[in-house]
């Protein structure tokens, strides 16, 4: 296990096509979370999964998104009626659920991402 | 007023300067700090934690002051391999698990 993956690594699609991304995260980490990343800007949380339960998402995370980890392994990222503004860098990250709080380290390791075009 | 707000950047300086990155977050709940480092078209990495009394790792010092919420990152005698964005990164509290992230400091090293 030589970290996060995330595939495709390149989508293009058509407005109103629905596309789904996949994450595997490394495989002793619980926690996985989605982000998402335009030009210019940081990343930007989307939701967190501990295990297969889905504790957080983000007002950023609308009805057209939804992600699973259903056997708390790896997840995935669905966006319906896709529209030019969910152009973006999709990113997942995982971490251990270990003291994380105040952990110096915190231990997130990212992929490297899923890069979204929609025409 | 953004969670976490940087320097817009971007900085262009010589081999062996000396460069500093300046941050401000907005909730004082905030619980740990951190920067991370970006290469272009690529995925984010952890570069450093914060810790109250200030740290160093090798070139890079990072600082933080909880009463001003502001956050820094000093890099020394620069190299042609730090040139990349630098992301000012928060975990708000211990209700929530994210990382929130600010825009980045972009860094451009030249010879």
């Known amino acids: 296990d030589t970290g996060v993956s995330q595939n495709p690594r390149h989508k293009i699609t058509k407005r109103g096509q629905n596309v789904t991304f996949r994450c595997d995260p490394i495989s002793e980490h619980n926690r996985l979370y989605w982000y998402r990343q335009t030009l210019g800007q940081g990343p930007e949380f989307l939701t967190y999964?501990?295990?297969?339960?889905?504790?957080?998402k983000s007002r950023l995370l609308s009805d057209r998104f939804s992600a699973e980890r259903p056997k708390g392994s790896f997840s995935t990222l669905e966006i319906q009626r896709t529209e030019q503004g969910d152009s973006a860098m999709y990113l997942c990250?995982?971490?251990?659920?270990?003291?994380?709080?105040?952990?110096?380290?915190?231990?997130?390791?990212f992929g490297s991402g899923t890069r979204l075009t929609v025409v | 007023r953004k969670e976490v707000e940087q320097d817009p950047g971007p900085f262009n300086v010589p081999e062996g300067a000396t460069v500093a990155f300046n941050c401000t977050y907005s909730n004082s709940a905030s619980q740990s700090f951190f920067w991370y480092r970006q290469d272009c078209r690529k995925e984010p990495k952890l570069l450093m934690s914060?810790?109250?009394s200030g740290n160093e790792d090798g070139r890079f010092t990072a600082q933080l002051n909880r009463a001003s919420q502001y956050i820094s990152l000093l890099i020394r005698d620069s190299k042609l391999s730090d040139s990349a964005t630098y992301l000012c990164v928060v975990l708000a509290n211990q209700a929530g698990t994210a990382l929130i992230f600010g825009k980045g400091t972009t860094l451009s090293v030249s010879s």
């Open positions: 999964f501990q295990n297969e339960a889905q504790l957080e």
């Open positions: 914060v810790y109250s």
């Open positions: 990250a995982s971490s251990p659920n270990t003291g994380a709080f105040g952990d110096s380290n915190y231990g997130y390791t």
